[in-house]
């Protein structure tokens, strides 16, 4: 087989592929790296491939739960056959939710901006926290089940229950769809983020029957919600 064939592949290859110079920069990055690029730092991923690299010359693949932004990674690949170069394979999991069925049952029109100050209020009651708001004002009302929404906000609220100061984004996810019954939804995000870094010791939320996505991170918990109009 041709080399034309294999940049190809590689090329069209669902999991993101990156080549690291020594000093960090980027030779090479397929389709799907470049997606992870313009959310994920450059200086994160190259940590990452130095931290997995084999002790010696080669190739290693190594088995992780490593979460970054929305994505979730079960596996990655380091090589590299001389000081000049460092290479990263990255393995996507399969963990995103996929719904057969669109339940709105419980669901209502409902102003999200709302029903996180209602959130927030009511933390801010029994606390001395400071919290900063970055809300898109453009974002319409949409519908969503509210109390289970409330559930998992003032759970994610109460991980940075120890820190001064608190923001909440509330933001339009630009290029970023949900795919429910065929159908592709804009996805809104509600982030809670803090300097300090967040406790999960007491998250108790748990609902595989909810399309919200929830993404965990060091000082940040992410919940994305389909538009629903």
């Not at 209020?121 to 001395?128: H, T, V």
Request: neutral net charge; hydrophobic residues 40%; charged residues 25%.
């Amino acid at each position: 087989m041709s080399n034309n064939f294999f940049e190809k592949w590689v090329e069209l290859d669902l999991n993101p592929i990156i080549s690291f110079s020594s000093t960090g920069k980027i030779l090479y990055s397929n389709q799907e790296a470049q997606f992870l690029l313009s959310r994920i730092s450059q200086k994160e991923i190259f940590d990452l491939a130095v931290e997995y690299a084999p002790k010696s010359f080669g190739a290693e693949t190594t088995y992780i739960d490593l979460h970054m932004k929305n994505y979730i990674f079960y596996a990655v690949t380091v090589s590299y056959e001389n000081e000049e170069a460092i290479n990263i394979k990255l393995y996507k999991s399969t963990m995103v939710k996929k719904e057969s069925k669109l339940n709105t049952k419980n669901s209502d029109m409902v102003n999200v901006f709302t029903l996180v100050d209602l959130s927030i209020s009511a933390m801010k009651s029994k606390s001395d926290i400071k919290f900063i708001k970055n809300y898109d004002p453009s974002i319409p009302d949409f519908k969503l089940n509210a109390k289970e929404f409330i559930k998992i906000l003032n759970s994610s609220l109460e991980c940075f229950n120890s820190s001064s100061t608190i923001t909440t984004t509330i933001m339009l996810k630009i290029g970023e769809y949900i795919k429910i019954e065929k159908k592709k939804y804009s996805l809104i995000s509600i982030e809670v983020s803090s300097k300090n870094l967040a406790d999960y010791s007491n998250f108790k939320y748990e609902d595989s029957s909810s399309y919200f996505i929830l993404t965990k991170d060091k000082s940040k918990i992410a919940i994305d919600l389909p538009l629903i109009l």
